[in-house]
């Protein structure tokens, strides 16, 4: 294994208990702010030093309780990227990228770096004379002049606007495909995880309650914390009618499920792009898992039209639907209008944790 960490650290608020093993390929980690995402990259990289436990990286024990190791984070070998990029204020971007470079040949090592990260232009520039943009890519290129054999990014994108992050995104995909070893990337924002991660874990509390490939948990995150973090809109308690019927209680409606779920749910979710919505209603409640639904409300975006759908307005929780706007979608769906809606039984989400 590449990279092996089990620790433990007591925090303020909750104990950080991560143990996982990696295996030259990118990691994500996605939970909500405070949940120990950010402790566990400076607990690796040695800024940080766990309660107990250890951490190994292609072999070599850079912590472990037990025999009293704990090297220093310049003795790691580790490429960790700021949220806030922590480059040298006084220092111009050629100096940010070669101060941890020495020898005969620096300055032809740091043109390559400025040209690779197209930073020639900039190279006298100091980072406050430089865009969000401009000063990640200063600091991703100070950090893999070293040739580190991990790489760490905490909320990469976090201060960026959508625009830059969009381009920056690219550049990551690429460096990602070029790296051979190593990579975990923490963030809140499960569409900058989901493309750049071929594995994903679910952090919550100071544990990771979900993990496995980044498609399966987007599939399955299997409990509401990691539903709600993958995006799921949709969420309800659910109560076991018989082997074939349960009750969405928060919504209101009785599901029909023609293959039992392979877990006890105590929830269930479906996604907001998933609800089929049409505006024929007679007749069409005969088909399984098909309600007649009134549109509570209308709300827009750029891009997505979003209509919230309830069996009750007065008590039931409402359910979303998000639709693209295409050239190609004419219909209008008024509110305080009934449509048939159908869950589709293969996008039901069975969680196993209550709402």
């Not at 020898?103 to 100091?126: C, S, W």
Request: glycine share 6%.
């Amino acid at each position: 294994m590449a990279l092996e960490v089990s620790i433990h650290k007591q925090l303020k608020d909750f104990s950080l208990d991560v143990e996982f093993s990696t295996d030259n390929g990118s990691l994500g980690i996605l939970g909500a702010s405070g949940c120990g995402k950010s402790m566990t990259l400076k607990c690796i990289a040695g800024i940080e030093k766990p309660d107990s436990g250890y951490i190994r990286l292609n072999g070599q024990t850079l912590f472990d309780s037990k025999a009293r190791i704990n090297l220093p984070p310049r003795k790691r070998n580790v490429g960790y990227l700021f949220q806030n990029y922590a480059l040298f204020p006084t220092m111009t971007v050629r100096e940010n990228i070669g101060i941890s470079v020495s020898g005969p040949n620096k300055k032809d090592k740091v043109d390559t770096f400025l040209k690779r990260f197209q930073l020639e232009k900039l190279e006298k520039r100091y980072p406050s004379e430089l865009s969000g943009g401009e000063q990640q890519r200063t600091a991703l290129a100070r950090m893999m002049i070293r040739s580190p054999k991990l790489l760490m990014f905490d909320e990469p994108f976090s201060a960026l606007d959508a625009w830059l992050k969009d381009q920056l995104l690219r550049q990551f995909s690429n460096l990602f495909s070029e790296y051979t070893g190593d990579i975990l990337i923490v963030s809140h924002n499960r569409d900058e995880i989901y493309q750049l991660s071929q594995r994903l874990a679910i952090m919550g509390n100071g544990t990771f309650i979900t993990t496995g490939t980044t498609e399966d948990v987007f599939k399955n995150p299997r409990t509401v914390g990691g539903a709600r973090l993958t995006g799921c809109k949709n969420i309800s308690s659910v109560r076991k009618v018989d082997a074939h019927h349960y009750e969405a209680v928060d919504w209101g409606l009785t599901l029909y499920v023609g293959e039992p779920p392979l877990i006890n749910p105590e929830s269930v979710g479906i996604r907001a792009h998933d609800l089929i919505v049409r505006k024929e209603t007679k007749g069409t409640q005969a088909a399984p898992n098909t309600f007649c639904l009134r549109c509570a409300e209308h709300m827009e975006t750029p891009f997505e039209d979003i209509f919230l759908l309830t069996s009750d307005p007065s008590s039931a929780q409402p359910l979303w639907w998000k639709r693209a706007k295409t050239s190609a979608q004419k219909e209008t769906y008024p509110t305080d209008t009934s449509y048939s809606v159908t869950l589709p039984e293969a996008d039901l989400i069975w969680l196993e944790d209550r709402l």
